[in-house]
């Protein structure tokens, strides 16, 4: 049963192939105008068919109708008028009766009504002169009922009744109905052609774009996808090059990133290694050189520590569904907490730390997260400041957002190098960041905790004059 309903699925499936819907769309679209024409053309033939015979009909009723009038009526049985009517119904291959106003047969071509009394709807009406004249059709016949009128055509006196064979028109009908749907048979046979050279051509693109796609899934990233035809698939097509640019560009980025890391993190293995090898080298090392040695691989342990911490916030960070641990929190208050513990850093170099808060502010945030984003600004607004020199943090708020801007009076940022400071691992003098304890992934983790909260951050530079960085986020978080 089951495997039963798995063939009949795949089997349906088939009718989901784009080439098959159009080959059939095609196929029904042709077939349904084809029987359309076809239907209208025999109809058309057929009505033709049935007036002409009804008007030759009337015209010869018209005739018999004063003929029989003028002669002898109502006795025409077996007298020259019947003769001659006998011959009328030989031409149509039919039969001429003819009724008195009592409804009476007084002659009939068949002989076989004679005398019998005729009750018909149309033969009624025209004798009590309801109705000037009636045509009937039945399966294989056509009938014409008129009066027989006498006295200058005042007086009904009787109804002549022609009946018309159709036989023969029948058969004409059916002959140019079987040349029609034989022409028909054929027209399909050309359209169902035609139908699948049309839609293989259409789908033709496609599958080359599938071929390139799977081209590209295999591995070779280098290759574009040029396929020129319908605008639609020309679209797809410059589409999947953009999304391939972009892959190439993540690609790279990510290779770059690799490097970085595994360079950032040789360098405190190599200091240590050297600082090792000195000391082993050395065979009769005093107890100093030793605790001095060590304390410097301690430094570099702890740098390597470091990098690997920043390297994991990041990498928490940059996942889309990484946690957040949003609550309510006062900004002032997490501003002072942060303050606080850079304040003694800012004193060694007799740094001025002010804070100036606008207004109290409440916001919904990840607290440790933000708290990690405006330390590593305030950090290096006194890392990169001079002695004496100052930094002013201030919070203010509208309805919407809150605004930290944290500026120092420190060495600024050159103007070039201004765009690639977000960029993990960028630094500007890569000494100085290193004397520092710097890994260059500071404001690459500000950048994404700020991008987490949906929040912008902005950055104003003079060399030798000072930085500024403006923050600014929803004061209600908004999840992805
Ligand atoms: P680092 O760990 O080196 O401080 P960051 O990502 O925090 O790394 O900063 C990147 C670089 O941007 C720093 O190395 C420094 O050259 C520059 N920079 C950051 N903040 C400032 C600032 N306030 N003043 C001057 N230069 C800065």
Redesign the pocket.
Known sequence: MKRGKIRLKKKLKQFKSMHICLFLLLITVSGLALAGVTAGTLLVYQRQMLSGRTTELQEYGLALSNRISASGFPSVQGTQLGAELAAAANIFDGRIVVVDGNLKVVSDTFNYEVGKILISKPVIECVRGISGQRVTKGENYVELTLPVMQNGGRENVGAIILRASLEEQNAGFERVEAWMLAFDAVLMCAVGLVAFYASTAMVRPFKAIIASIQHVTDGYMEDVVSIRGFNEVERISDSFNEMLREMKKVEESRQEFVSNVSHELKTPMTSMKVLADSLIAQEEAPVEMYREFMEDINDEIEREDKIINDLLSLVKLGRKNGEMHIAQVSINELLEIILRRIKPLAQNRNIELVFESFRPVLATVDEVKLSLAIS??I???V???VDEGNVRVSLNADHKYFYIT?A?S????PEA?QPF??DRF?????A??RE???????????KSVILRHKGTIKLY?RENE??T?TVRVPLSYIPD
């Open positions: 590593n600004l950090e290096n607004a890392k990169y400041n944290v120092d420190g060495i600024g940022i190098a400071v977000f960028y630094r500007v003098d890569k100085r960041s520092t304890g710097g890994t260059g992934l500071g404001l690459a983790i500000t530079s000072g930085t960085f």
